[in-house]
């Protein structure tokens, strides 16, 4: 087939389906329609949503609120009026933002103390130090497994059986 029977073929098959679909205006809004509608679910609707969450932030702001700003500068609210807000920083510094600069606000910090913090399981509850020379807490000195071996390996007698 050369492209000459193709569009030949295709305008057949074209003018068929405008007959059967009974218009060519539905068949062209159908999916205008769809395309709008996934639009406003996927691109819209979301945007709108984050606005409002961060209108809601903006207007419940207080002096005293830690706050990081859109450009990325952490510091505490000192004063508020209407458009603007005060942040001091942590060295003592003022800066003055508009009201909407403020990105979010910053969760307290807990402060753990080492009694707090409870060790991490790594799955071993014998409590015995493993593994070669280069693990933590055993000093270079290699496992009793790995001595028995060396000790075999060199003919010594073992200390447990006496051979």
């Known amino acids: 087939m050369d492209i000459g029977q193709i569009a030949q073929l295709a305008a057949v098959l074209a003018q068929e389906g405008d007959k059967k679909a009974g218009g060519g205006i ?16 996927l691109l819209i609707r979301p945007q709108q949503k984050q606005r409002q969450q961060h209108q809601e932030l903006v207007s419940q702001l207080e002096p005293g609120d830690e706050v990081v700003t ?18 001091e ?11 909407t600069a403020i990105s979010r606000k910053v969760a307290p910090e807990r402060e753990e103390t080492s009694d707090d ?23 270079g000195k290699p496992d009793s497994s790995e001595a028995e071996a060396a000790e075999k390996a060199e003919g ?3 200390e447990k059986s006496g051979k």
């Open 26 to 41: 539905l068949t062209l809004l159908l999916p205008l329609v769809l395309l709008g509608a996934v639009a406003y679910f």
């Open 70 to 87: 859109i450009g990325g500068i952490f510091g505490e609210i000192v004063e508020i009026d209407e458009n603007r807000v005060t942040l």
């Open 89 to 99: 920083m942590y060295d003592g510094t003022q800066i003055e933002f508009l009201r």
């Open 117 to 139: 913090q409870e060790p991490e399981d790594d799955g071993d509850t014998t409590g015995a130090v493993t593994g070669s020379g280069g693990d933590k807490g055993t000093k």
């Open 156 to 158: 010594k007698p073992d």
